[in-house]
């Protein structure tokens, strides 16, 4: 089963952090990080009830310092794409279908949920590898931040120990710059760039790359970037 974070992104009301707390146990996890949250007093206590030791030792720290220790970002959010042409929302999943996509994983996956009036913005969502929502009804689509984290928690509750590493977020990172240099390669536009690399992020984190892979896709694009070059093909026969 892989370590999963609850990351809470600035929530205004403690209250919604001590009920976060409390679900995050009812299922049997305990890792609560918390992104500039409010004070924390008696409200977060007596919300938490028997939770109140994940509520004392959820992680304080920043949205960078979330993503350097996680093999895998999720998003949630109610406002999904509607496109295909625009990929920053997709494609989405639900919690079921992020549970059977994780389910074998062995690493650090942090699920944020973002601010209760405005949710995580563009920019928190672009960095995130997976797009999570909760197949609400239309009429009211926003599911209140403790719900949310509680709905995703029944649905990863009964995920098998995971069986094998998926590589690290410096190892996918240094594979994204690596495409983002192939592009200046290939001349490709500039103006298809912010997208391509949200699509790139997109596609290459539903398959879970292993450290293994990601190795050998860094050989194809450097073995296509040597063809590109014109070098002598046969000083490296």
């Known amino acids: 089963m892989p370590e999963i974070d609850f990351v809470l992104v600035e929530p205004l009301y403690e209250g919604n952090i001590g009920f976060a707390a409390r679900v995050i146990k009812n299922f049997g996890f305990d890792r609560l990080v918390l992104i500039n949250p409010p004070a924390i007093g008696d409200e977060a206590i007596a919300r938490a009830s028997h939770a109140r030791d994940v509520l ?8 960078e310092e979330v993503i350097a220790k996680s093999s895998l970002l999720v998003a949630t959010t109610g ?27 062995e690493g650090r996956v942090s ?24 197949p609400a009804s239309t009429d009211y689509p926003i599911v209140n931040i403790s719900h949310a984290v509680g709905i995703l928690c029944y649905e990863l509750a009964a995920l098998p120990r995971g ?11 240094a594979f994204y710059d690596h495409i983002d240099r192939f592009l200046d390669t290939i001349d490709h536009p500039d103006f298809k760039r912010d997208n391509t690399m949200v ?18 896709l860094h050989g ?16 490296n026969k």
């Open 56 to 63: 004392e030792s959820a992680r304080h720290c920043t949205l």
């Open 111 to 134: 699920i944020l949920f973002g601010r209760e009036n405005y949710g995580l913005s563009n920019d928190e969502i672009r960095q995130c590898d997976i797009v999570c929502t909760i």
């Open 220 to 235: 194809l694009l450097r073995r296509t970037e040597w063809h590109l070059s014109g070098e002598d093909k046969t000083q």
């Open 163 to 173: 069986t094998y590493r998926i590589a690290s977020r410096v190892e996918l990172d």
């Open 199 to 216: 699509m790139m992020r997109r596609i290459f984190s539903r398959t879970l790359l292993t450290p293994r892979e990601v190795s050998t």
């Open 79 to 105: 406002e999904f794409g509607k496109s295909i042409c625009t990929s920053l929302r997709m494609p989405f999943y639900t919690p079921r279908e992020l549970g059977a996509m994780i389910r074998d994983v």
